[in-house]
């Protein structure tokens, strides 16, 4: 039995130093029986707006989120979207479920966020938009991706999953491209009890389209009036009631992650490799992710940590175009991507969340620093 268990995350955990706050709120809202839309809904909605410096709409998940992003740009059949090669599979998703196609671009070896410079060679007549995702909560290059976008003409959809409140150049991730997505899947840096999501921008039109889009194409003042061809993707009033608690926490519990991160690369510098942040960023390290020198078997690796109580996570272990469905939809095979098929069979997260203690983290190192050396 190890001396320190260390869990992926907690948050059991986390509801203990929120608990009197969250069942208040979530009492209130089943007393007053109002279960769509309401108060809570705009209060975060608001809320969430002005930490983003844009305006922000709710939505039921973040895989929805990227699909209203693009209906709101009229992304659909025949068109194509670029994004990154490594990230999860609902980046890609929407892409394909709106008739388009996804047009994947490899990853750079140390952020493991979509390589700028070959941004370009991936646009084509056909292109409509650009999704970056700012995985593991570390921005992506938005200034070199910007500049690409611009000369195009093309819009930007970050999908900021991942990142609430990252900040680049000064700027919090939802207000660097033309819009965003965000999920509060409970595991997320700022969670929901239950799935939710939004789409954030600073294009007053966008943030009405997607309105109307998330609610039957409805005007909002105008119940029966179904102006566009919408669906059901509302945000869940007892979900913004949940976040309108932890919102005020997010940047203490950032803080907190960052830390973290910041004594596992002290301690674990020249054992593996460890995250980047690019100039002008600061990630929230939604997920901090090593890359293990290439002999080192893996999942050996992580049953030997699993034995001293440490759990690891795995942010993917298979690119993007290598999954079923995708592969068929895309036509393409392994070798397209070499960069992110590396990457995919050396990543490992280790646990990180803001209710960690130091003794946790020193005893992650250990169990790594202790298990890496009795392998060379
Ligand atoms: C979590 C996540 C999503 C999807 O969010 P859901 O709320 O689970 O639908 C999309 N993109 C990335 C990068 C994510 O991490």
Not at 6 to 11: E, K, Q, R, T
Not at 67 to 78: I, N, Q
Not at 175 to 182: E, K, N, R, W
Not at 240 to 256: F, I, S
Request: with cysteine.
């Amino acid at each position: 039995m190890a001396d320190v268990e260390v869990p992926f995350n907690d948050l059991v955990a986390q509801y203990a130093t929120i608990r009197e706050e969250i069942d208040a709120a979530i009492r209130a809202v089943v007393r007053s029986a109002a279960f769509i839309r309401g108060a809570e809904v705009d209060a975060f909605e608001e809320a969430f707006g002005d930490y983003c410096g844009a305006e922000a709409v709710g939505v039921g998940n973040g895989t929805d989120a990227i699909e209203l992003a693009l209906r709101s740009l009229g992304v659909g059949r025949d068109d194509e979207v670029i994004t990154t090669a490594h990230t999860f599979i609902a980046t890609v998703e929407p892409i394909v479920l709106l008739g388009a196609t996804p047009v994947l671009v490899d990853c750079r070896p140390d952020t493991c966020n979509l390589d700028a410079d070959q941004l370009e060679r991936a646009i084509t007549p056909r292109t409509r938009a650009i999704i970056p995702v700012h995985l593991y909560g570390q921005p992506a290059d938005m200034n070199a991706v910007g500049d690409v976008a611009r000369r195009h003409g093309l819009p930007v959809v970050e999908d900021a999953a991942q990142a609430h409140g990252a900040l680049l150049d000064g700027r919090r991730a939802g207000a660097l491209g033309d819009v965003a997505s965000f999920s509060f899947f409970p595991g997320k840096n700022l969670g929901a009890y239950g799935d939710a999501g939004a789409v954030v921008s600073r294009d007053p039109e966008i943030c009405t389209r997607v309105r109307r889009l998330r609610d039957h194409g409805r005007d909002r003042k105008e119940k029966f009036d179904h102006g566009m061809v919408g669906r059901n993707s509302r945000l869940d009033t007892l979900q913004a009631a949940v976040l309108n608690v932890k919102l005020p926490h997010l940047d203490a519990w950032n803080t907190r992650r960052r830390a973290i991160a910041a004594r596992y690369t002290e301690r674990l510098a020249g054992v593996v490799s460890t995250p980047v942040e690019i100039p002008g960023s600061e990630s929230v390290y939604h997920l901090y992710v090593i890359q293990l020198p290439p002999p080192v078997d893996r999942e050996a690796l992580r049953s030997e940590l699993r034995a001293r109580g440490i759990a690891t996570g795995l942010h993917y272990p298979r690119p993007v175009h290598l999954h079923g469905g995708m592969r068929q939809a895309l036509g393409l095979s392994p070798g397209a991507f070499p960069v992110a098929e590396a990457v995919a069979g050396r990543i490992l997260s280790l646990p990180i969340y803001p209710e960690m203690s130091d003794a946790q983290v020193e005893a992650v190192c250990d169990a790594l620093v202790d298990c890496l050396r009795g392998r060379s």
